[in-house]
């Protein structure tokens, strides 16, 4: 198993830059999520590592060794790819037979079948082996593509998006034996999403990657609790984090002279209590309290129905917020309401830069 | 309403069938022509108006591989009693087999030259084939500078007629002693076919996700074995379509096969004509030797129709 590390890695296509002095550390045994927009140089990074893109700085380490020099065969890393990419005119068998009979490996046709048996066996696609690829489901084919990367005992697993194209259903299954299937094999994985709940679940890790930058790395705990930036604040979470300016002076934050005014005494604003300035204020949905004897006051503005929950946007001015509360609530559209804000769980972004000043560092 | 629409309907399908039935007509009586003109005795050939029914024969073939003179005279009625099943025939027609000292008939060029067609064309298609894959394959998956322009430099070989090159052509041949051979013919016709073997595959192949070759790279395989294991499995119909085409190029080819050999390596397209001169013109078999020289060409198209119609629709459309 492997530990990979990137260091400084840039990478232009063209003009474009893709990825820029990007510096990653991925431990031995660890499921890593990169999760960031379309764009923002998830698959270049997977692609680097896999060989099939060389960088044009920055060196790439597998397991301490710079593996920049090596072909894509010989960095012994398995790749499974958003689009299927199962052979077209093989069998499943043969699919899964294909990157044993690689000459790198040299292997006899037992220890062949048998890691296919046992390959199978594991992504419970027995009953498939002698099918033609084209003769299978969305579902079959990504657990035939997985398998093909599992057969041959790789360094480290790279997925890109491998669940995108699944139904939400078959999504959610794959996604738990996915993070099983890791458990069990004790693998270093690479997993880039798109998709946060997707990262929140399956990552020990997650890496959030904005324009081929790496704005944020920890556990999802962190990242939803600790966002570094306005970025990471509304691209994790649904719906997503409440963001608006304020302005602080003299103990509060004005966000609506008279209407919407924030003091600044609550646990997590207390250490800007002498702050002056322009700042976004962020509130996530759950921190957005109704309660009759709350200090703010809104309209209900519109309600979605979520089945567990409700999702209520308040309007206070021309201020929209969305509040999450239990599906149970009795609501009626356009009436006033009052609400407190959880001041153990607000943030507070520097208005130009985005960084959180509360927990940046 | 409805009556009339379906009456103009009705006329207008009326005359669609009787243009479809014209232009068969017109493109299959040549055809007809010179496959009947094959089968028919020297006498019949040329009579107006044609001789649509007559009794076939296999004579013309019997004369086509064979070389024969005009009899003066009676046949001797000993000769005749003798004489194989096939030498009668000729005897039939008023003339007799040209044979050497020991007696036996000498062979007509024809043969060779088929033989010629074949090696030079199949050579040739192979080789263009594979090399514009190779080609084609490079310029699909790899960026490089100027990567259009010689896209468009290789098409632009193709821009000229190929006439305006021939003696150009015929001295740089004469001049490192390529003329009349096999392999002078076989580059010829490759680079013709090449420019457009290229163009063809890179359609094809751009029609190939290349994750399946990089999944193969990952999966520890070299790129040229990922070529020969993954895209050209997956391009088998290209290859089909552009080597039926370049085999068509190549057996037609008549200018330069014509110019450029005279006896070793001479190809069938100008060796048929060639018979008109000497002597009687017999038409049944210059015929006989066309229909022959039809067939492979016929037979092959036949059986990779599906192939071409996909090749024509799908890998010179797009883009």
């Known amino acids: ?219 999802s705990q962190d990242i939803y609790n600790r966002p570094r930036d306005t970025f990471v604040a509304t691209f994790v979470g649904s719906p997503a984090m409440n963001l608006f300016d304020a302005t602080l002076s003299n103990g509060k934050a004005v966000v609506i002279p008279g209407s919407l005014e924030i003091p600044t005494s609550g646990e997590a604003m207390n250490h800007l209590r002498e702050r002056a300035g322009k700042v976004k204020i962020g509130v996530r949905s759950e921190d957005i309290l109704l309660d009759s004897s709350g200090p703010l006051e809104g309209r209900i503005h519109g309600v979605e129905n979520h089945g567990v929950e409700k999702v209520v946007t308040l309007r206070v001015g021309e201020l929209l917020l969305r509040a999450t509360v239990p599906a149970r609530t009795v609501l009626e559209l356009d009436s006033p309401i009052r609400f407190a804000f959880n001041d153990k769980k607000l943030h507070c972004f520097d208005a130009a830069s985005g960084q959180n000043l509360i927990f940046g560092d | 309403m409805a009556a009339v629409t379906s009456k103009g309907q009705r006329l207008w399908n009326r005359m669609l069938v009787a243009t479809v039935f014209v232009l068969v007509i017109v493109f299959l009586a040549p055809l007809y022509w010179i496959s009947s003109t094959a089968f028919k005795p020297r006498s019949l050939a040329t009579t107006v108006p044609p001789t649509v029914v007559f009794e076939p024969e296999i004579t013309p073939f019997i004369k086509l591989f064979t070389r024969r003179v005009q009899m003066r005279g009676e046949v001797d009625p000993e000769v005749y009693e003798e004489a194989e099943w096939y030498e009668k025939r000729v005897l039939d027609a008023g003339e007799r087999f040209i044979k050497d000292a020991d007696g036996n008939i000498e062979s007509s060029g024809y043969w060779s030259r088929f033989l010629n067609s074949i090696i030079i064309a199949v050579t040739s298609t192979f080789l263009a084939v594979a090399m514009g894959t190779l080609t084609a394959y490079g310029f699909s998956r790899f960026r490089m500078p100027g990567e259009n322009d010689w896209l468009f430099f290789i098409l632009s070989t193709r821009m000229l007629p190929p006439v305006v090159v021939a003696i150009p052509m015929f001295l740089m041949y004469r001049a490192v002693g390529l003329v009349d051979t096999h392999v002078g013919l076989i580059i010829l016709y490759t680079a013709f076919n090449l420019s457009f073997s290229v163009w063809l595959m890179k359609g094809f192949i751009d029609e190939i996700p290349t994750e399946y070759e990089e999944a193969a790279l990952v999966d520890g395989y070299t790129r040229m074995e990922a070529f020969f294991k993954i895209v050209v499995p997956q391009t088998a119909t290209g290859v089909a379509a552009t080597a039926v085409f370049c085999f068509i190029t190549a057996w037609n080819e008549y200018a330069f096969a014509l110019m450029m050999t005279n006896s070793k390596a001479q190809t069938a397209p100008p060796y048929i004509p060639s018979q008109l001169g000497s002597g009687i013109t017999d038409w049944t078999v210059i015929a006989s030797g066309t229909f022959l020289f039809l067939l492979p060409v016929a037979v092959f198209t036949f059986l990779l129709r599906k192939h071409l119609l996909r090749g024509v629709t799908f890998g010179a459309i797009r883009k």
């Open chain 1, 1 to 219: 198993m492997a530990q990979i590390k990137l260091e400084n890695i840039s990478k232009k296509f063209g003009r474009q830059t893709a990825l820029s002095d990007l510096n990653l550390d991925i431990a031995d045994g660890e499921f890593f999520v990169l999760l960031g927009p379309t764009g923002a140089g998830k698959t270049t990074t997977l692609r680097l590592i896999a060989g099939l893109d060389a960088p044009n700085a920055g060196t790439i380490n597998i397991n301490g060794e710079n593996v920049n020099e090596y072909s894509a065969a010989e960095r012994d890393v398995a790749l499974v790819f958003q689009y299927y990419s199962l052979y077209p005119h093989y069998t499943v068998r043969q699919n899964l037979e294909f990157p044993l009979r690689s000459k790198v490996r040299r292997l006899t046709e037992q220890d062949i079948s048998a890691s296919v048996a046992r390959a199978a066996k594991t992504l419970r696609i027995e009953h498939l082996l002698e099918r033609k690829t084209d003769k299978l489901s969305g579902g079959e084919m990504q657990r035939v593509s997985i398998g093909r990367a599992i057969v041959r005992e790789p360094r480290a697993f790279l997925m890109d998006e491998p669940l995108s194209n699944l139904d939400a259903k078959l999504r959610e299954i794959l996604r738990a034996e996915l993070k099983d299937l890791q458990m069990k094999l004790g693998a270093t994985f690479l997993y880039v999403a798109h998709d946060q709940v997707e990262a929140m679940s399956m990552g020990d890790k997650i890496g959030i990657l904005c324009d081929g930058h790496l704005v944020q790395v920890g556990s």
